[in-house]
């Protein structure tokens, strides 16, 4: 029996872990701030000992690509064990995931780094107007993001200045996703796309394979499988676009099951984080599989809602953290196979939610139109 350490305690980790038990696979994940081991619904305080830890598993993999350093991480990273270390290298830091698209030939949104403060103004000639300020390392969630306009530019930290990059503030038609796998042997799986709807910088619902235009979801397999060749990459990555007039730019890959492909535990028999899994252990990626349309809305700063877990049409995801305000606690897919299905499991869920998602969820519905 194949083992697996996941990297990270959070509930992507949790979800890879859960479908790798499905699979028969040994996988515990590591909390990389106190060094607890995890294994099912345990957690075993470890005294860490790097080499003993690589030595206990097959292959060594993480649910997040912000990944701390230290002594004896440092040790896993240098490992055989440890999957995808290019990817993992270049693809945390905005400025050597922008260059190697830019490399690649994959459109994205016009950028450049900021290394003094003078460079703003240079941005804004080349770039426009309306900038987006990214830190070049850490943010998630629209975290660590700056609107920049001639006038405001004052606002950009200084002791930041090096590690930022601005973009060209790109007026999209809609964000989508596209989810694809590789394994060893090059053989890719992609999943259809996503349109994700983001809020404060926040993904609040995507809208899975519905109506996809096939033009943009081939455009967007050619761009993620060059990526994923190029990396030697093993196991699922996620690539964020805008869609524009033009077609696609790419926003930003992630090497990591993402939460822009949860529709897949409803809506694709082998989901996002078997497709992790599968491969890195050296078992077979699907051929093809027919996928169904699935809306996932996040639940962002609300209370546990027991009476959502058993809805028809419905399926309710609890991370069991504790509740604050912003932060992401759940999700829930829902049957969107045609617009009548999501408007009766629509129907069925929003009275127990409330009323800022009750809002969302007609706003998707709409969206299905
Ligand atoms: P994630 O949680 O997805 O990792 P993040 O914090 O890494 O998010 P981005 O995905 O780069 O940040 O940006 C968050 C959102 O901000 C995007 O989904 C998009 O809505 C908006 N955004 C980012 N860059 C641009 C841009 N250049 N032009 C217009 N909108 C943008
Ligand atoms: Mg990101
Ligand atoms: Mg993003």
């Known amino acids: 029996m ?3 350490l996941i990297l990270g305690h959070g509930q992507l980790g949790l979800m890879m872990a859960a479908e790798a038990a499905r699979l028969g696979l040994v996988v515990d994940r590591l909390d990389m701030q106190t060094g607890e081991l995890l294994r099912g619904t345990t957690a075993q305080r470890l005294n860490i000992d790097a080499d003993a830890l690589i030595a206990s598993y097959d292959v060594i993999t993480a649910e997040i690509e912000h990944l701390p350093h230290s002594e004896w991480l440092d040790r896993i990273y240098a490992s055989d064990k440890w999957a995808n270390r290019l990817a993992f290298e270049l693809l945390p830091n905005r400025f050597s ?3 190697l698209l830019d490399q690649l030939q994959v459109p994205t949104a016009p950028w450049c ?3 003094e403060r003078a460079d703003v103004a240079q941005a804004h000639q080349q770039l426009g107007d309306a900038l987006i300020v ?8 629209g975290k660590g993001q700056w609107r920049v306009n001639p006038d405001n530019g004052e606002q950009l930290p200084e002791a930041m200045f090096g590690q930022l990059i601005a973009e060209q503030k790109i007026p999209f038609q809609r964000e989508v996703s596209v989810i694809g796998a ?15 709807v983001h809020k404060e910088g926040i993904l609040r619902y995507s809208l899975a394979n519905i109506a996809v235009d096939e ?7 050619a761009a993620l499988a060059s990526i994923l060749g190029h990396l030697n990459f093993v196991g699922i990555m996620a690539m964020e676009c805008f869609v524009t007039e033009q077609g696609l730019l790419v926003n930003e890959l992630a090497p990591r099951v993402h939460n822009t492909g949860h529709w897949t535990q409803m809506g694709a028999v082998t989901n996002q984080f078997a497709m992790q899994v599968l491969p890195l252990v050296g078992l077979p990626l699907p051929q093809s599989q027919s996928c169904r349309a699935t809306l996932m809305l996040n639940l962002i700063g609300c209370e546990f809602s027991p009476a959502c877990i058993s809805l028809p049409g419905v399926s309710y995801h609890w991370y069991g953290k504790e509740v604050r305000p912003g932060r992401k606690l759940g999700h829930i897919n829902i049957d969107a196979t045609c617009s009548a299905a999501l408007k009766k499991a629509v129907s069925v869920l929003s009275p127990h939610l409330d009323e800022e998602h009750r809002g969302l969820l007609a ?3 709409e969206l299905h139109r």
Do not use: I
């Open 215 to 221: 033009a943009l979801q081939q455009q967007a397999e």
């Open 182 to 196: 590789r394994d060893a042997s090059g053989h890719c799986y992609f999943l259809p796309m996503a349109e994700n």
């Open 134 to 141: 990214k830190s070049t390392t850490g943010g998630y969630d």
């Open 2 to 4: 194949k083992s697996l």
């Open 363 to 365: 706003e998707a519905v």
């Open 113 to 115: 780094l900021l290394a």
């Open 97 to 99: 995931q922008k260059t």
